[in-house]
């Protein structure tokens, strides 16, 4: 039985202290640019998907093919947070939500999408064959099995399913105390979710893609948040929220509290501070201060992370609380970045 139904709520939080005034702390390490082609993917799945991605970008392929096959590689690891595999709704159905754009600013979009194994190349379809931006639920359902993706049974991974058991037991919606460090809690209001291997993962991998050509492309894929009300859409499938690309000025994703990023237009307001000349990481920093500046207090308990790219091909991210992560590609080399944080 549900017995809390509040949906985002604040709670009792211990051991961080907020930084704003304070001096900034992260890792000061940033990935040296060596041109084009570059993809940067948001946190340690982002490794594998990168290769997929530059398997494309280094034959001189298009960026938004790169960033619709890098991100296929993570739906396809059905692990508990990306993909058919992920975490579920408090009901126990999985349900996804993609998005994607290019060059052009065509964009396409699928949320709230059961029982199909690639929500981006379903996103991607959208976008390229029919009229509109996005579609939802059993009409987006029906859509992708008209174009031919097979409709999948849902099979939970050993962690999700855990992970839903666990929850079930207090069925509570309530924030866990984040303890980032110790890496016991998650990084929004919903349960976290571990990898068999010991890792903290998180819902959601958004790519970001320049080609030789020096355009640019991005995608979001994710389960959503972790046992959310059953129909709840987060920033990823929002075009402006979870993803934008500007082919003239640069391209941005978002992870971690989709309602956050929302009320910001997160990755739409990051490419117009680029737009007025920030680097990528100013940007980021921007908005996430924004977000911090809105939430008050509460904003301990949210972590929200941004990622961009500019069109020199400059890299950089931001997020509230340490342990945000990044993976970027370039001229065949791999490296895992940890992002600046405001709070510990
Ligand atoms: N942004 C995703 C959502 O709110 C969750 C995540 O990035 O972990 O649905």
Not at 19 to 34: E, F, M, Y
Not at 60 to 77: F, H, N, P, S
Not at 88 to 108: H, K, Q, Y
Not at 153 to 170: F, G
Request: a positive charge; proline letters at 4%; hydrophobic letters at 40%.
């Amino acid at each position: 039985m549900i017995n809390r139904r509040k949906f985002i709520q604040a709670s009792a939080f211990t051991g961080l202290a907020t930084a704003i005034g304070q001096p900034l702390r992260g890792n000061d390490l940033h990935p040296a640019i060596k041109g084009k082609p570059v993809v940067v993917s948001t946190w340690d799945a982002g490794i594998r998907a990168n290769k997929a991605a530059w398997d494309i970008l280094s034959k001189g392929g298009r960026a938004l093919d790169a960033v619709e096959k890098g991100v296929m590689v993570t739906e396809e690891e059905q692990n508990c947070c990306v993909g058919l595999g992920a975490n579920p709704d408090r009901d126990g159905f999985v349900t996804l939500d993609a998005c994607i754009m290019d060059e052009f600013s065509n964009c396409g979009s699928v949320a709230f999408l059961e029982r199909i194994k690639h929500p981006i190349a379903v996103a991607r379809r959208v976008m390229e064959k029919t009229p509109h931006v996005m579609l939802v639920g059993s009409g987006a359902q029906q859509f992708a099995v008209a174009e031919g993706f097979p409709l999948e049974e849902q099979k939970l991974s050993p962690e999700a399913e855990k992970a839903y058991k666990d929850w079930l037991i207090k069925s509570e919606y309530k924030p866990p105390a984040i303890n980032v460090e110790n890496k016991q809690g998650g990084h929004g209001p919903f349960a976290p979710a571990r990898l068999s291997n010991g890792e903290w993962n998180h819902d959601t991998i958004g790519m970001v893609a320049m080609d030789t050509n020096g355009n640019l492309s991005g995608s979001c894929t994710t389960s959503g948040a972790g046992f959310k009300m059953r129909g709840r859409l987060g920033d990823s499938p929002i075009i402006g929220a979870g993803l934008f690309v500007d082919n003239e000025v640069g391209a941005c994703t978002a992870t971690g509290q989709g309602e956050d990023v929302i009320r910001v237009a997160g990755s739409h307001s990051v490419v117009e501070l680029m737009r007025q000349g920030l680097s990528p990481e100013m940007a980021c920093k921007k908005v996430i201060e924004r977000i911090i500046r809105i939430k008050g207090p509460k904003a301990k308990d949210i972590q929200v992370g941004f990622l961009a790219i500019n069109k020199k091909g400059q890299v950089g991210a931001w997020s509230i609380h340490k342990g945000f992560e990044y993976a970027i590609r370039n001229q065949g080399e791999e490296r895992l970045v940890k992002a600046k944080f405001v709070m510990e």
